[in-house]
């Protein structure tokens, strides 16, 4: 730190007056273009949140378009459910055998894979309708047609994709992010609520007991005995807070009763 006024000003114009009179390294691009190595591809550069966490969406189209097939992607989607994987085989000894037979022009069966079981469209198409094929309206034509069949079917979201020209990250991403949207077909579900007079009830106390009890996380996959744990959309009008429903009907669980009620649910001795 300097003591003399007007010291760090001098030095900063002093330095820009060097730089004004030094030669300038600037290259006119597009006219003069630099040298570049044959093999140069540029820096691959992955993107961070302000979390931390990275922003690839797994749309694979960097494995899709990668020239030499050096990009392999794997994992689960957000709920921790279905496995994903794209890339080159012989890249992985014990997938040179299929990237063989995918090179010779032949089907290369995956046992991993399993697809997507068929449904009725007709009343997607009816909800689509309904709607104006309007993709602003994703959340409520998702809960529409969970509303039909139970769950959100992967036939199902692939006709909206089709239809009304969405993306299906978007349909996707747009199912994943809400909790009380399941991809999975319903067994018993139970459902809390979280509203502002629940949650001052004790409503996030049952929530963890539950999924203690179940083995499961809300929004989660089926835990003990085929039970789901699922958060209420909103309150239901009139009914009492802390509010718990199973299979829709509400029940009556207070937070020091709700292990012994979740473990009797789980063992099946609940109506």
């Not at 978007?170 to 579900?189: C, E, N, Q, V």
């Not at 106390?205 to 083995?215: D, K, V, Y």
């Not at 085929?226 to 509010?243: F, W």
Request: proline share 6%.
């Amino acid at each position: 730190m300097s003591f003399v006024p007007g010291l760090g000003i001098a030095k900063g114009m002093a330095l820009t007056m060097r730089r004004f009179f030094a030669p300038k390294a600037t290259i006119q691009y597009p006219e003069t273009r630099p040298d570049v190595a044959v093999r140069f591809r540029g820096r691959l550069q992955l993107l961070y949140d302000e979390m931390g966490n990275i922003k690839c969406e797994t749309c694979f189209q960097c494995a899709q378009a990668c020239p030499v097939e050096c990009i392999d992607m794997g994992g689960f989607d957000t709920k921790g459910r279905f496995h994903v994987h794209w890339g080159a085989a012989e890249q992985f000894a014990e997938r040179r055998e299929g990237s063989a037979l995918r090179r010779s022009g032949r089907p290369v069966p995956d046992p991993a894979y399993e697809h997507f079981g068929a449904v009725d469209l007709e009343p997607v198409d009816a909800i689509l309708r309904k709607y104006d094929y309007d993709r602003s309206q994703m959340l409520a034509i998702l809960e529409s047609i969970q509303g039909v069949y139970g769950y959100l079917p992967v036939a199902a979201l692939k006709r909206v994709s089709d239809v009304s020209a969405a993306p299906y990250a978007l349909i996707y991403g747009t199912a994943s992010y809400y909790s009380h949207l399941r991809f999975d077909k319903p067994g018993r579900a139970v459902a809390v609520c979280l509203c502002t007079a629940c949650l001052l009830a004790g409503s996030s106390r049952i929530a963890r007991t539950l999924a203690g009890e179940f083995g499961t996380r809300m929004g989660r996959g089926p835990g003990a005995g085929g039970v789901s744990l699922q958060q209420l959309p909103s309150h239901i009008r009139g009914l009492h807070s802390p509010l718990v429903t199973l299979d829709g009907k509400p029940q009556t669980v207070s937070h020091s009763g709700a292990a012994a009620w979740a473990r009797a649910l789980a063992g099946g001795t609940v109506a």
